[in-house]
């Protein structure tokens, strides 16, 4: 088996002698359990994938830990009608704006480590790597490459769009990205700008409305706000776990 490569199963059958649990199985009972074993095997492998190849930067952000509080913009009812994926099965999009601190990236990556569970691909990338890894493919000739492997993903998520100005081959490079995608997969993209800035801060020209036309066609849109920085919550809630006085 192991030859083979059914390690779930021979783990399983392991177990089963190891504890005797075995003996007063029929083979329809002991065979299924066996099988059953190899396809969770299987799945919980290709979920370690998955995640270690969406490379997320905020490794505990899952859905299970969003926070709802009141005033803040983030409805519980439209986050559990994403974790349906059908969004991701139709090639929508998720847009999320808010101040610095709101929990913007968090939201993403919990979005993106759901559609991990469920065997969806994934790529976080934040802005200023993408464009840092676009220019060393154009430089080392794997531009076309490099675009492909953004249009197979699943789910791009596009962290933190407008911390710095776009020159025009940047404008355009994203605008490539974003016709790949349109129709055949779905992108997350966090802003600290406001969605009506968007055009002025992709040049107001027809590329920006074409970026803007694809990634609105079909799309949910969340904009949070905060008063205090879940950033900074966190980091003092860290402090007084550790017995640490915070003034």
Known sequence: MNQMKLFGMAQAIENLQSK????????TELFGLIVDHEWTYRENRKMER?????DF???????????????????????????????????QNVLITGPSGSGKSFVAQALGHHATRFGFSV??????????????ARADGSYLKFLKKLQRVNVLILDDLG??????????????????????????????????GWHAYLGGSLLAEGILDRLM???????????ESLRRDKSLSGLTDAGQSVN
């Open 20 to 27: 005797g649990d075995c003996q007063d199985m029929g083979f």
């Open 163 to 196: 911390l710095a100005p776009l020159s025009d081959p940047e404008k355009q490079d994203l605008m490539e990205i974003i016709e790949d995608r349109h129709g055949s997969g779905s992108t997350i993209v966090t802003s600290q700008l406001p969605i009506s």
């Open 57 to 91: 930067k905020e490794k505990t952000a899952c859905i299970e830990a969003l926070d709802y509080r009141g005033g803040r913009g983030l409805k519980k009812s439209a986050i559990q009608e994403l974790t349906q994926n059908l969004w991701i099965q139709n090639h």
């Open 217 to 227: 066609s079909s799309v949910h849109r969340f904009e949070l706000k905060t008063t």
């Open 50 to 54: 998955l995640i270690k190849g969406a």
């Open 123 to 136: 790529n976080y990338l934040r802005m200023p790597k993408l464009l840092f890894a676009l220019i060393q």
